[in-house]
């Protein structure tokens, strides 16, 4: 037992399975996520949807809609599971999420107040406004939890961004409660929801999908070096000042986007890569692609689970992910020395 | 050896004096906030009106204003300030930390999210809400406290599973907040930050009770406490039964937290703010868990009169709290990281 858990840990010889296995749940994923909702769909009009266009048909109409949400829960699932992936692998922290360390607030912040004083509306202006609050509080958390001594460790920088969380919601409440449209716009926005979803906002988050993804993928292979510390990552001839830069502002566009336009779901940037390092070891280069995978699989299953949680309306996706993933975070603090690492 | 004897006399005497005197000094701030609190509004009533008014006189005007509307809203603002304050300091001392308060490590929130539950799904009655609340803050703190034990027990899991246990609990009532049919936003502001607003006379006296109650014992307890906080071992030393004390303790800053929170939600970082602030007061020599609930009071009062007359728009106590409380966590953070005492 003990044997095989070490061989999994160092090859990723599971791989082969685990891309199998991805796929067919992708794939299960996908028609639960089009078939499943306060109006199951079955077999016959779900092709309808899909391939008659001809087709006019209530139940065909719901596919259709469900398609775009399907295709929007999924990026927002990549870019989560990525972005969490890169900040741990940055912050060499099992405990780094989005959520978890403010930067979703800051976006929120940001969101609110281009709402009150700029009248944004669209989705591109929330995504510019939500980058930029992301990236100051990913900065702002950052630079204050790895002060002193031993650096970034999980409880100083799980303590920072819980502050200043705190400061920046009650900023948020601050700039809302004398404005009562901005409440209302944002009530919906803050729980953490799929279903706004468009085509609108599809097409404004895959650029940052894609760039994201790629510094992600392009940076794996220096990351590996980091995770055996800085002095040997610099022996090893990589520049951990840029490359620490570069993946964290990758993970920031990855999140602020995905934020932006879905509103603050937690926890999938914590799951998703702990479930693939569970399977496949800590090798970065699989790790990145997989977690995208696992972030959207689990995001979308999440969702399908509210929708028929919450039948006739629905759960929001981000309190099923914090159910799901709150237990697991104190599963890994309870596995992990905490002044270690 | 005389001279000795004599230094160390002045010196506790000096300290003694010292922390008489910043209680005193507190309670007459926090006398006359309340004074303020009752005097101020739409229209101000002068001292003498309010008295005239506390005293059963009739006022024309003032009656309705002063013991309608502000009289519940200053009690509510006492009551849950000292709660929260008296509270948040036992746990402080008791866990040796700062960080380990009821805010961070998510008791609050439990109790919060027992009587938004009660309120929005069960519709369930005033005492029915205040237990579950009790119920929702102690599970929690059990909770917390079996899922932190592990191996070897220490502050930083502590809070870490706190943490992990409020990112649940507030999911939980963002929920409720969302299929209750009456989501207002006054409610939402309550249950999320803590609010003032809407306090009603006949819904106060569970927690006055309770806090009558509970702070004199944990007053009485407290050189108990100041002997916990040398550690386990010291305090068996000098006598103290630390497992009977520190039970007592817990389920009594449970109970008030819990009612202060079932009465005004969860303010944010009274239990936070109140000890520290008290500590530097008067002195590090005592527990101090009078000067942290007058502190708390005074904290609760001062907020709540910005957050009505400061600015043109009325905020609930809880936001301006939240505003003036993270930037001292950060402040303390950073302190503790430089110092290294993580």
């Known amino acids: 037992m003990m044997q095989t858990q070490i061989k999994q840990m160092h090859t990723p010889k599971h791989f082969p399975l685990l891309l199998i296995g991805t796929l067919v749940l992708t794939v299960l994923c996908i028609l639960a996520s089009l078939a499943f909702g306060s109006r199951t769909v079955g077999w016959n009009e779900l092709l309808d949807g899909l391939f008659r266009p001809a087709v006019q048909s209530y139940e065909a109409d719901i596919v259709r809609e469900r398609v775009i949400r399907t295709i929007f829960s999924f990026m927002c699932g990549a870019a989560l599971g990525v972005a969490g992936a890169l900040m741990q692998s940055v912050t060499r922290n099992p405990i780094a999420d989005p959520s978890i360390l403010g930067v979703n607030t800051g976006a929120a912040l940001a969101v609110v107040i281009g709402i009150a004083f700029f009248n944004i509306s669209t989705a591109s202006a929330f995504i510019w406004f939500a980058l930029v609050g992301a990236l100051l509080t990913a900065i702002f958390v950052f630079g204050i939890g790895s002060l002193g001594r031993g650096g970034a460790t999980p409880l100083k920088l799980v303590l920072a961004g819980a502050a200043t969380s705190a400061a920046l919601s009650s900023l948020v409440m601050a700039l809302m409660i004398p404005r009562s449209n901005v409440m209302d716009q944002f009530r919906f926005w803050q729980v953490g929801s799929v279903g706004a979803g468009n085509l609108d906002s599809i097409y404004t988050f895959l650029p940052f999908l894609l760039i994201g993804l790629m510094i992600a993928v392009v940076t794996a292979p220096s990351l590996n070096a980091l995770a055996l510390g800085e002095e040997m990552a610099k022996s090893l001839g990589v520049r951990t000042g840029t490359l620490k830069l570069t993946a964290s502002f990758a993970g920031v566009i990855l999140c602020g986007a995905a934020t932006a336009l879905a509103g603050p779901i937690g926890f999938i940037g914590l799951l998703a890569p702990h479930l693939i390092r569970l399977v496949l070891g800590p090798d970065q280069r699989y790790l990145m692609p997989m977690s995208a995978f696992a972030g959207a699989i689990i995001l979308t299953f999440s969702d399908v689970i509210g929708r028929l949680l919450g039948s006739p309306g629905e759960l929001e996706v981000g309190i099923v992910t914090a159910f799901i993933g709150a237990p697991i975070l104190i599963l890994l603090t309870m596995k992990v020395k905490v002044r270690g690492l | ?342």
Not at chain 2, 56 to 77: C, Y
């Open chain 2, 1 to 342: 050896m005389q001279p000795a004897i004599e230094q160390i006399r002045q010196g506790r005497m000096k300290r003694r004096r010292r922390y008489v005197g910043m209680t005193l000094l507190l309670t007459i701030i926090a006398v006359v906030l309340s004074g303020l609190m009752l005097m101020l509004g739409n229209t101000i009533y002068p001292i003498q009106d309010v008295i005239r008014v506390l005293l059963g006189e009739d006022v024309k005007g003032a009656t309705f204003a002063v013991e309608v509307l502000r009289l519940p809203r200053m009690l509510a603002g006492v009551f849950a300030g000292a709660a929260f304050g008296a509270a948040g300091t036992i746990f402080q001392t008791m866990l040796r930390n700062p960080l380990a308060n009821p805010n961070v490590i998510g008791i609050t929130t439990g109790s919060s999210a027992a009587a938004v539950f009660c309120i929005v799904v069960l519709q369930s009655s005033e005492a029915v809400i205040s237990i579950a609340s009790i119920i929702g803050g102690l599970v929690t703190v059990l909770v917390i406290y079996f899922l932190s034990k592990g191996a070897a027990f220490s502050i930083g899991r502590l809070v870490l599973v706190g943490i992990g246990i409020q990112a649940m609990l507030t999911a939980v009532i963002n929920y409720l907040l969302l299929i209750s049919r009456q989501n207002d936003v006054a409610m939402a502001m309550r249950w999320l930050t803590g609010s003032l607003n809407g306090a009603k006379l006949e819904e106060l006296p569970p927690l006055m009770i309770t806090v009558l109650i509970c702070l004199p014992i944990v007053l009485l307890l407290t050189r108990q406490l100041e002997m916990l906080e040398l550690g386990e071992m010291a305090a068996t030393g000098l006598g103290i039964n630390t497992n009977q004390t520190r039970l007592l303790l817990i389920v009594a800053a449970v109970f008030m937290l819990a009612l202060a929170t079932a009465t005004t939600g969860p303010i944010a970082f009274i239990a936070f703010l109140a000890g520290p602030i008290a500590k530097r007061l008067v002195g590090t020599s005592h527990a101090g868990i009078l000067p942290a609930a007058l502190v708390g009071i005074i904290l609760v009062l001062a907020a709540d009169l910005v957050g009505q007359f400061a600015f043109t728009a009325r905020y609930p106590v809880g936001v301006i709290t939240g505003i003036i409380g993270a930037p001292y966590l950060l402040y303390l953070l950073i302190r503790m990281n430089q110092k290294g005492d993580f």
